[in-house]
């Protein structure tokens, strides 16, 4: 049976004549298999519209909001996906972020790809060579999204007919056959890739792009998640702890795949001024700097994000989706490195001074500058400050009470508001318009701060906690924090470690892996989303500020131990009588 392929054109120019044969021929945009094949320039096609299938984070709903990050202001699922109602008939707005069907369609066009290449004609040697690693990085990175999820999924190496019939009924892997091969398709890429591309070929995958995607698996396979314990007839986990040896190769590994990227000298930490909180914005906005491995591009003028809308305040008609948590606001250290607490008055009195630099890169909260209102909302407010509280304002010789601008009983707009007195800062960029609708942020797939902390912590778990501790400093001290001394060790080493890995890498799709691989997500994600209640009071005519924290109102939550794999939809365990279930489920 021969398959129809179909492939994007960014033209297609036809003109078709009214004549007998018009319905024998084919649509323009598809080719059959065998003409992919015949044409190198429908092969690069073919690899080109692989890249889309990688799903970056600039979507509506964040992942964060999975998260103690955010809470999504919608519903579209998330509800069900942070409470014990998610289920193998509802994964709630996981659906839009685990992508089951879609990863294992991607996997299934990187299978034809491999079946086809060597047939292909007018390759050059260096094209087949190049697009070759791309797949193997490709479709690498498709598994790993799923074992990510799902623990151990079914390894689809062939592709199969749909004659094939029980042969396509194949069962699960453990996770680690699953991380083994992975790893070997990491491998297979980094011996094919070039370290980089020329300038027609920029956001391809390269050599470094395969070394970030194999230090992120490794880290994850040496984790707690799947080390839990058992011996290999214990099929719970898949991947489980048999002694203390085989867990210290793990991590041994997971260093030295972390090491062997830093070895390379190709990138390093950027800091480009001497303020932190600049540095730690422009990360995600200068183009092509030091510490990009391996992002999505975007052009506004064509396929822009639309995350400044989706995640703006309401009082410039942005979309205030994902708003950060006071759970994950409070967790910022202030900038002498001591803890925030708001039992300390002096802290309370004025929470959002001297805070981790990165906080203010982060978080957009009551009283900070930001950009100029949209033309019907800039006579309420010349200035642009960000407005989340109720505010007493002079009314002749009364005092009446107002919602601030940016609040969801606002003047501008009574909805989309946030719900916990915050709105998300990073990715934006403040020299944009307000009402703001395409952006070019480039989503960071890897970056060098991750493969950076991937290193200490493996560095940690190994016992070199001298090395773990003079990494994460180099990760801190860009981000305007003190330098950890060598007297922190131990269980406040691991601490601080993990403060870094939140905030330094928050919003970027970590944090709902990393509590989970930790084992923590029990406790972080259960229990209440808080938020913070402002009130300022005139006195005589200056505000003074009170703060409230909100336990109550905002979402409840609850994670609990089966949370930590998602469940296999009922779907496929229905249609595949070998697929088993996850533990819980």
């Known amino acids: 049976m021969k398959t129809i392929i179909n492939i994007l054109l960014l033209t297609v120019v036809c003109t078709m004549a009214c004549n007998k044969d018009l319905l024998e021929k084919k649509p323009l945009t598809e080719y059959m298999e065998e003409d992919v094949w015949r044409d190198p320039n429908l092969v690069q096609a073919y690899v080109n519209d692989l890249y889309p299938k990688m799903r970056h984070g600039f979507n509506e709903v964040m992942l964060a909001s999975m998260t103690d990050e955010a ?65 193997h990085f490709l479709r690498a990175y498709f598994y790993h999204m799923l074992v990510k999820y799902w623990g151990g999924v079914p390894l689809v190496k062939q592709i199969f007919k749909l004659t094939d019939g029980e042969a396509m009924l194949i069962p699960r892997n453990s996770f680690e056959e699953c991380v083994q091969y992975i790893v070997d398709e990491c491998d297979s890429a980094m011996a094919l890739l070039p370290e980089a591309h020329d300038r027609d070929n920029t956001g391809r995958a390269t050599r470094f792009a395969a070394m970030a995607l194999k230090s992120r698996m490794l880290l994850y396979a040496a984790s707690d998640l799947f080390n839990r314990g058992g011996n290999t007839n214990n099929p719970e986990w898949g991947y489980v702890q048999v002694d203390q040896a085989a867990r210290t190769a793990r991590w041994q590994k997971a260093k030295a795949a972390a090491l062997e990227l830093m070895n390379t000298g190709a990138f390093a930490l950027y800091k480009p001024t001497a303020s932190a909180v600049d540095n730690y914005t422009r990360v995600f906005l200068d183009k092509n700097n030091s510490e990009i491995i391996f992002c999505k591009y975007f052009n506004k003028q064509q396929l822009g994000t639309s995350h400044d809308l989706y995640n703006g305040p309401n009082g410039y008609h942005n979309w205030g989706g994902n708003v950060p948590l006071e759970n994950f606001v409070e967790g910022y250290q202030m900038e002498d490195g001591t803890d925030f607490s708001w039992a300390n008055p002096a802290m309370a009195a004025k929470p959002y001074e001297k805070r981790d630099p990165r906080f203010y890169a982060t978080i957009l909260y009551n009283g900070v500058k930001w950009k100029k209102r949209p033309s019907d909302a800039v006579g309420l407010d010349p200035v642009g400050v960000i407005q989340t509280g109720r505010y007493e304002k002079r009314n002749g010789a009364n005092i009446e009470v107002v919602n601030g601008l940016d609040t969801r009983q606002g003047p501008i707009e009574n909805w989309n508001g946030s719900y916990t007195g915050y ?119 200056t505000l003074l500020y009170t703060y409230k924290v909100l336990t109550n109102g905002v979402q409840e939550r609850k994670f609990t131990r089966k949370h930590y794999l998602l469940p296999i939809m009922a779907e496929e365990i229905r249609r595949n009588s070998k697929m088993t279930p996850n533990p819980g489920y």
């Not at 707005?93 to 047939?119: P, Q, T």
């Not at 990073?426 to 950076?452: C, H, T, V």
């Not at 989303?529 to 009071?537: L, N, Q």
């Open 71 to 135: 809470r999504f202001i919608h519903n579209y699922g998330t509800t069900t996906s942070v409470t014990e109602a998610m289920s193998p008939e509802d994964l709630g707005a996981l659906n839009l972020f685990g992508e089951w069907d879609k990863h294992y369609k991607a996997i299934r066009n990187c299978n034809i790809f491999f079946e086809m290449v060597g047939s292909a004609k007018d390759l050059s040697a260096e094209q087949r060579k190049r697009l070759t690693g791309e797949v």
């Open 423 to 541: 709105y998300l800062r990073k990715f934006m960029d403040i020299n944009l318009d307000a009402q703001f609708f395409r952006g070019d942020q480039s989503w960071p797939f890897f970056r060098y701060a991750e493969i950076l902390l991937n290193y200490a912590e493996a560095s940690m778990e190994l016992g070199e906690e001298g090395e773990a501790r003079t990494i994460i400093n180099e990760v801190r001290t860009r981000g305007g924090m003190p330098a950890l001394g060598t007297s922190v060790t131990g269980a406040e080493l691991e601490r601080m470690y993990r403060y870094e890995r939140r905030y330094e890498l928050a919003f970027e799709e970590h944090r709902y892996f990393d509590a989970r691989r930790w084992l923590i997500a029990e406790t972080v994600f259960s229990g209440p989303a808080k938020a913070i209640e402002i009130y300022g009071k005139l006195n005589p005519d």
